[in-house]
Each structure stands twice: as structure tokens, then as C-alpha cells.
């Protein structure tokens, strides 16, 4: 769900956002950790933030580059992530050089190759991990 961001972005608190929503602060943080929401939900929160119901039902899968967090990263990430816009990109590559190691492991053991597929695999999990704890999706 996107309404974290939505609220973050207007720099409203989560008890501030209950009331004007009229929902429980407990349900706000529900629907902000995944949780589903009921359609009543969905059309207040719509309602406060001026947005079509469908918006909020979208995941947060796109690294917002215009953002302070992001310009602030060091040089090294923003070159790994340069050209990538959205998670799903990391995550095939991710399991796309994971199963070239595993492939090249079992058809014929390479020295350089299975070891550097999975290094790979390793980096594009690491970097992964790294950007969802920044919160930059």
C-alpha cells in the first residue's frame, strides 16, 4: 500500500491521518504494514488524500530518485542502481544469477563462472535489502 508514503509525504502522523479519515490509529497502521484494508477504509483514506481508490491499492515498487534520501546516497549506489526503476528489475537479476550458478554448478563446475553467479546473486540481494530499509521504493 502506498498510503505511508502518501502521509509521510504530507508530513501528517498517523493519529493525525485517523482522525481526519475517521478510522482507528490502530487501523492506519494495519493497512501501512499490508495488511488488507476493507473498502470503507480504502474510500475514506481516497477521500482524504484526493485520490482515486485504485492509487492506493498500488505497491510501492519504484525508486523515487527525485527524492533528498536518494540524492544523498553515495556514488557506488547510485551507479548500481543507475537505469533501474523498479524493484522487480533487482529481484530477476537477482534470481537470474542465482540460477545461473546453480545451472553452471551442476552442468559443469566453472572455477570463475559459478562462483562470480553467485557473488552476483549476493550483491543484487544486498543492494536490495539495503534500498528497502532506506526506504527508497
Not at 475517521?22 to 504494514?33: A, F, H, M, N, P
Amino acid at each position: 500500500m502506498i498510503v505511508k508514503k502518501l502521509r509521510e509525504k504530507r508530513n501528517w502522523s498517523q493519529e493525525q491521518l485517523a482522525i481526519m479519515a475517521g478510522l482507528s490509529t490502530r487501523t492506519i497502521q494495519r493497512i501501512e504494514s499490508g495488511n488488507k484494508a476493507s473498502i470503507e477504509s480504502l474510500k475514506s483514506l481516497a477521500s482524504v488524500f484526493e485520490i482515486d481508490i485504485s492509487k492506493l491499492k498500488e505497491e510501492v515498487i519504484v525508486i523515487d530518485k527525485s527524492s533528498e534520501s536518494w540524492k544523498s546516497e553515495s556514488f557506488l549506489v547510485k551507479v548500481f542502481f543507475w537505469g533501474v526503476k523498479a524493484r522487480k528489475q533487482v529481484l530477476t537479476m537477482e534470481f537470474l544469477c542465482l540460477a545461473l550458478g546453480i545451472l553452471t554448478w551442476i552442468i559443469k563446475p566453472d572455477i570463475f563462472a559459478t562462483p562470480a553467479f553467485f557473488l552476483l546473486a549476493y550483491i543484487f540481494s544486498t543492494m536490495k535489502y539495503y534500498i528497502d530499509r532506506k526506504k527508497h521504493w
